[in-house]
């Protein structure tokens, strides 16, 4: 069983930066893909990041490559989202969500993901 809980969200003004990190529970969460998504008010939700179970390979939307790093460590079943240079348009709930059958094809997908986290509020300020 996977269960997902995210921390680190908060205000913070544009430029500014925020970690945010979801820990897993279980004792499965290396066997699992790990990605982040984010959804603002009226808007669907988004995929932002995802890695592979060894955390060896990373993939990004191109609206936050070069600013976010996404990373775990399947020691303490932990994933992060180191956010940089944020923009108030990067306000949104974040996701923490985990995918047993990852694949390129479809991890930018809600859908093919398996459980998902609470989400934590990011508000960033102009």
């Known amino acids: 069983q996977v269960q997902l809980v995210e921390s680190g969200g908060g205000l913070v003004q544009a430029g500014g930066s925020l970690r945010l990190s979801c820990a897993d529970s279980?004792?499965?969460?290396?066997?699992?893909?790990m990605g982040w998504f984010r959804q603002a008010p009226g808007k669907e939700r988004e995929f932002v990041a995802a890695?592979?179970?060894?955390?060896?390979?990373?993939y990004y939307a191109d609206s936050v490559k070069g600013r976010f790093t996404i990373s775990r460590d399947n020691a303490k079943n932990t994933v992060y989202l180191q956010m940089n240079s944020l923009k108030p348009e990067d306000t949104a709930v974040y996701y923490c969500?985990?995918?047993?059958?990852?694949?390129?094809?479809?991890?930018?997908?809600?859908?093919?993901?398996?459980?998902w986290g609470q989400g934590t509020q990011v508000t960033v300020s102009s």
């Open positions: 279980g004792r499965t969460f290396s066997r699992y893909a």
């Open positions: 890695i592979v179970r060894s955390g060896a390979t990373a």
């Open positions: 969500a985990a995918e047993g059958t990852f694949t390129v094809a479809t991890m930018r997908r809600p859908g093919a993901y398996d459980y």
